[in-house]
């Protein structure tokens, strides 16, 4: 019985290993870097990036889409570049015949 009562008063901060690469850690806003309060709501993000309040969860969600528009412009046109060089390489491949 006191173990288990050990372990239900651990909080998950606890648990978390330390460093553990590709993880944020669950002790700060991922944006704000406001220090997160054990007992306090915590907002979730993309499964894994904790946030203080929904106002900065939604910020994030925000810049994430802007920033997945201009990669999605970028490709666009690079691929509209590379289009464009093909064709004007393939119409320098003319052969004259005399």
């Given amino acids: 019985m006191a173990a288990s009562l050990a372990c239900s008063s ?16 669950l002790d700060a806003c991922a944006l704000c870097t406001k220090p997160l309060a054990r007992d306090s709501d915590v907002f979730m993000y993309r499964g894994d990036t904790p946030f203080c309040s929904e106002e900065c969860r939604e910020e994030q969600m925000q810049l994430d889409a802007v920033r997945s528009r201009q990669t999605a412009r970028r490709l666009r046109q690079y691929a509209s570049g590379t289009e464009a060089r093909r064709g004007h390489q393939e119409s320098r491949k003319v052969s004259i015949v005399s």
Avoid: H, K, Q, V
């Fill in 10 to 25: 651990s909080f998950f901060f606890d648990a978390e290993r330390l460093g553990e690469p590709g993880m944020p850690a």
